[in-house]
């Protein structure tokens, strides 16, 4: 597991596969209530909570922020609340129906689209993300202070992360999204329009570099 700083309160944790050649990413926004976004798989989880630990210090984790439900989002999630008991999940209401019928956590918070959550210095707005798994609904994470999308499966790249930011541009990244990460075609339009709209610096997704715009 690759521990990279991406700034100052953004650490990225990133895991390659070389057998689907795809590298897996978890992130950590610190701040007054620091935010997991991304268990990782249970193994993944496993390798994560003793660097956690220590980069957090004396603080714990408020957040743990789940954008849909798999296993690469949130595997490790019952393993990390043995360990950060009081963090609070942050997911789509699909998303805490699963997480709470499994009995994998009781404290589910479930936001709708457009929802906000504001931390004492940070600021997300949730955007609705039709996942994997029959199109249930999922969430993309919009951190409004610095222009942060945590984009989930959205914007992904192949291969080994050998630079973790790589320059791109959101109308590039825009056209992109192909019709069978949304196979909803009316939904996949929508996204595309919602996305194109934000006013972004980073785009911080699941799997392969940081996106700088
Ligand atoms: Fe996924
Ligand atoms: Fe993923």
Not at 101 to 123: C, M, Q, R, W, Y
Not at 138 to 149: D, H, K, P
Not at 184 to 201: F, Y
């Amino acid at each position: 597991m690759q521990q990279i700083k991406i700034f100052d309160n953004l650490y990225m944790f990133n895991t390659y596969n070389p057998q689907i050649n795809l590298s897996f990413n978890q992130f950590l926004l610190l701040g007054e209530e620091p935010m997991l976004i991304h268990t990782g798989s249970f193994q993944m989880t496993e390798a994560l909570i003793p660097i956690l630990k220590e980069i957090l210090g004396d603080k714990s984790l408020s957040y743990i922020f789940v954008s849909h439900f798999e296993s690469d989002e949130c595997g490790g999630l019952s393993l990390l609340l043995e360990h950060f008991p009081d963090a609070k999940t942050i997911c789509s209401a699909v998303t805490a129906r699963q997480l709470m019928g499994f009995g994998i956590t009781k404290n589910a918070v479930s936001k709708v689209p457009e929802e906000t959550l504001v931390l004492n210095d940070l600021s997300f707005k949730f955007i609705t993300y039709p996942s994997e798994m029959h199109l249930w609904e999922g969430l993309l994470a919009f951190e409004t202070t610095n222009g942060l999308l945590f984009s989930s499966d959205l914007f992904i790249r192949m291969g080994e992360v050998t630079e973790p930011i790589v320059d791109s541009s959101l109308k590039d990244e825009v056209i992109r999204i192909a019709p069978h990460q949304i196979p909803d075609p009316s939904a996949h339009k929508a996204v595309q329009g919602i996305l194109s709209e934000l006013s972004l610096n980073y785009i911080i997704p699941g799997h392969g570099p940081v996106l700088k715009l």
